[in-house]
């Protein structure tokens, strides 16, 4: 019977199909929930200055269409709007330099040869300098100031960017131009650039200022800088003709929009210019409706949400292959998100297309918080994103619809990421309220909305956001119970020790109770330490193991002194079967109980198939063969995640911590060392998550928390009375530091 159940189950979570008829029915629930769409009925069309005999209403919505004139003034308007462009070629900066140093090392020779009896030359290469400055720079100290000079110069104006003079037509000096510089641009006006005559008159000021007491110098540094001074600012043309062509391309047909249901022109009134715009447009619409022919032209709305739906479905799909997988193989999981998404939805088909309700109304943050509380605050963001989009599309894609709920519906998932009691929905009121007011806010300044209107907004975004977290948290106790999921508010509700199965582990059990208090601690601060779920393993540890119940006195923790073992009298075999099936007994209770699928599965897993050494040994020690070493291993499954891993090692800690003699930090260190390279080395974390750098980290939390357990104490002296004795006794025996657990 176990094993049809356990198949059944591989089935139902892996089954590919089922993803697909899943993911088809929520497409087309979705489909189904869009507004519909309206035939077209022809109309007549009046000519300008009659008088209307009926209202001509717009069967549906279309574009007001320009008129050539109007259109051919606005496209030229366009292209007159794109500025030139203009390239700052970087590399010309770097080409001049290296000339510049080329030049200065042909004059060093050129100096050298002077000084060795030659006759100075009227060069230096190609360049023609006066004769005054060739003289002025046989002086090495002199043509050194001036080398720096014009470097200096030359380099600050190329990156200024020199701009040609003969492009300038391009442009009246009153205008401006754009300059790309790499992948950046900006905007200059054409009389600010610096064009060569003035890049000269900039040079010539510079060195005057440089050098205002030394006319040589000045002659010098200007005559040798004005050979490398060039324009870097080049024209481009191709560039600038082609964003022309675009601004001319981009410039819209219409004027404007009439929408469906609107009046063009009412019973008994003038037909205007601007109506028979209205009406021509309206008469093209329908020509192109009717071109399409009328049986496709109602296909295509339904066919584009559709696409939409089936778009959008895709994506959230993808983002779980991609980073959720566990979520993605898991089919109960799927239903539950579709659940979730088209339950948001009917909600608003309810509350906007049958009540007629404010959009704001609208609890539209309900599916962001559900699946935070149920998931993550991350995939509750995607939530909130994919539900805005179909939320949009419901409201017939308004953008202020679509930008409100996705504002809020953002702030609600993450209003809820740290709500771990039900009384704590209040913060989410006061967040989703703030963020509707903001919101809506925004809309209503950039919508000129009238003051009244504004405030009446407001007071339906505060109603909404005081009532959803109300209403989550109704419908969040449905989803728990129907579907394998825990959440935080569940887990602190397991922890109370009032709770039956824990009363009972206390009373009956209370060595494994203590234990597993201990473990508790052990294990959150380890999960804390890698970033696992830290409640969910401590109350997991508390949890784990309560199969000890059927039978506690056949562990020793419960056997208190005096009393005998009871496996003494019991062959190892049978002692490991009693062992072993605290497991089972375990995973039983906690299902009579309710306790969530998340728990069990650790109580499941939190031995895995470790071997009962203890057991072994005695079976080998009378006699037994090693062939029969499998007969004295758990039943498993080995841990499957970071929780139940975690749960492992803090137990087989505690439970080693208390045969330590003398509880020193070196002790404890290698005990805890020792106990999780054997849990590693024979393969029990293999199918968990856990890396060698959350077992260190696991490591040094569980080596913290036992050093400050068993900290130095005071030794009494050693005439000390019976009753400090005792004393000492008792915090060797406090629960924290529980009595020897050989029988695990």
Not at 122 to 139: A, N, P, V
Not at 480 to 495: C, N, Q
Request: charged share 25%; with cysteine.
């Amino acid at each position: 019977m176990v094993r049809k159940e356990e198949k059944s189950s591989t089935l139902w979570m892996g089954s590919r199909l089922y993803k697909w008829v899943l993911g088809l029915l929520l497409v087309a629930i979705l489909t189904l929930l869009a507004p519909e769409h309206r035939v077209f009925q022809p109309i007549g069309l009046p000519r300008e200055g009659d008088i209307s005999r009926t209202d001509i209403i717009a069967p549906f919505t279309f574009f007001v269409m320009k008129d050539e004139t109007t259109l051919e003034l606005d496209r030229n308007a366009a292209a007159a709007g794109v500025l030139p462009l203009f390239d700052h070629n970087a590399s010309v900066l770097k080409v001049q330099r290296e000339r510049m140093r080329q030049f200065f090392e042909e004059m060093e020779r050129t100096r050298q040869t002077s000084q060795s009896g030659g006759q100075p030359l009227g060069s230096i290469g190609d360049h023609q300098l006066s004769e005054q400055t060739l003289k002025l720079m046989l002086d090495p100290e002199r043509a050194k100031v001036v080398e720096a000079e014009a470097d200096k110069l030359v380099s600050s104006l190329l990156k200024i960017g020199i701009a040609p003079g003969d492009t300038l037509h391009v442009a009246k000096p009153s205008s401006s131009v754009r300059v790309r510089r790499g992948d950046a641009e900006y905007e200059r006006i054409v009389s600010e650039l610096l064009t060569e005559a003035r890049a000269r008159e900039s040079l010539l000021k510079e060195v005057r200022a440089q050098f205002k007491d030394d006319a040589l110098l000045v002659k010098a540094a200007y005559e040798i800088g004005l050979l490398f001074l060039v324009p870097n600012l080049i024209y481009n043309e191709s560039e600038t003709e082609k964003r022309k062509r675009e601004a001319v391309e981009a410039v819209p047909t219409t004027k404007g929009m009439v929408l469906q249901d609107e009046k063009i022109v009412g019973s008994h009134e003038r037909v205007t210019k601007t109506t028979i715009e209205k009406l021509r447009s309206l008469a093209l619409a329908k020509e192109e409706r009717e071109i399409l022919g009328r049986s496709w032209s109602l296909l295509y709305p339904i066919l584009g949400r559709l696409l939409f739906n089936a778009f959008l479905v895709a994506l959230v799909a993808s983002y779980l292959f991609l980073y959720r997988k566990k979520v993605f193989y898991d089919n109960r999981l799927l239903l539950l998100l579709s659940l979730i998404v088209v339950g948001q939805m009917i909600i608003a088909y309810l509350v906007r297309t049958m009540a007629g309700a404010s959009e704001y109304l609208v609890p539209i943050s309900i599916a962001a918080m559900l699946t935070t509380i149920l998931f993550d605050a991350q995939l509750g963001g995607v939530m909130a994103l994919a539900v805005g989009m179909l939320f949009g599309n419901l409201e017939g894609f308004d953008l202020a619809a679509t930008l409100v709920a996705l504002m809020v519906g953002i702030t609600a998932a993450y209003s809820v990421t740290k709500v771990r009691h039900r009384r704590e929905f209040y913060r989410p009121m006061a967040f989703i309220s703030l963020a509707y007011v903001i919101s809506i806010g925004l809309i209503g300044m950039m919508r000129l909305t009238p003051a009244e209107a504004l405030f009446t907004d407001f007071g339906l975004g505060v109603l909404n956001g005081v009532g959803t977290p109300i209403i989550t948290s109704g419908v969040l106790f449905i989803f728990e119970g129907l579907f394998p999921v825990t959440t935080d508010i569940t887990l602190l509700e397991l922890s109370d020790s009032n709770r039956p199965l824990l009363r009972e582990m206390a009373l009956k059990a209370p060595g494994s109770y203590h234990h597993s208090i201990n473990v508790g601690y052990l294990s959150e601060a380890a999960a804390e330490a890698i970033g696992a779920h830290s409640l969910l393993a401590r109350v997991a540890s508390y949890y784990h193991d309560i199969g000890k119940l059927e039978k506690p006195e056949y562990f020793v923790e419960n056997q208190g002194h005096g009393r005998k073992n009871p496996h003494d009298r019991l062959a190892p075999s049978m002692s490991s079967l009693i062992l072993a099936a605290h497991i089972k007994d375990g995973a039983e209770l906690a299902k009579r109980a309710n306790v969530p699928k998340a728990i069990i599965d650790v109580i499941q897993q939190h031995h895995g198939t470790s071997l009962m050494a203890f057991f072994y040994q005695k079976a080998l020690d009378q006699g037994f063969g090693k062939e029969v070493q499998e007969a004295y291993r758990y039943p498993g499954p080995k841990p499957e995640t970071k929780e139940a891993a975690i749960v492992m090692l803090a137990d087989s800690v505690e439970a080693a911590s208390r045969t330590l003699e003398e509880a020193t930090p070196s002790r404890i260190k290698g005990m805890v060392t020792k106990i999780i390279q054997e849990k590693f080395t024979a393969g029990e974390l293999d199918n968990c998550e856990l890396t060698l750098k959350d077992l260190h980290k696991i490591g040094e939390s569980f080596i913290r928390i036992l050093s400050g357990t068993f900290h130095q104490r005071v030794e009494y002296p050693q005439g000390e009375n019976e009753g400090r004795r005792a004393t000492r006794i008792a915090k060797r025996m406090a629960p924290v530091n529980g009595p020897k657990n050989g029988s695990r």
